[in-house]
Nanobody, 116 residues
Framework: QVQLVESGGGPVQAGGSLRLSCVAS????????MGWYRQAPDKQRELVAR???????TYADSVKGRFTISRDNTKNTVYLQMNSLKPEDTAVYYC??????????WGQGTQVTVSS
């Protein structure tokens, strides 16, 4: 029943912007922490940004000042606004949900490809 569905990925030029969306169902959204993670080719999955149930945000150092995570509890949706994109941002981006720091539910991912 739990579903996390990402959208908004695609190809973009360096310096451009994208906004990813993740719609959650099957959970009490207001009670869950939400996060965005990414996995680049031949690299381990890493945290990009996380937002708690009360709106406290955490960012990877590599994206601070460029990415913004937000949530709309009326739409059961979490967003990742990505600005000033760099080729090293190229990865599959995954939405995740959990009751605490550990995420128990994951989306299938959306590809972001940043060309130089």
């Amino acid at each position: 029943q739990v579903q996390l569905v990402e959208s908004g990925g695609g190809p973009v030029q360096a310096g451009g912007s994208l906004r990813l969306s993740c719609v959650a169902s099957g959970i009490r959204f207001n009670s869950y922490h939400m996060g965005w993670y990414r996995q680049a080719p031949d690299k381990q999955r890493e945290l990009v940004a996380r937002i708690t149930n009360i709106g406290i945000t955490t960012y990877a150092d590599s994206v601070k000042g460029r990415f913004t995570i937000s949530r709309d509890n009326t739409k059961n949706t979490v967003y990742l606004q990505m600005n000033s994109l760099k080729p090293e941002d190229t990865a599959v981006y995954y939405c995740a949900a959990g009751r605490s720091v550990d995420m128990g539910y994951w989306g299938q991912g959306t590809q972001v490809t940043v060309s130089s």
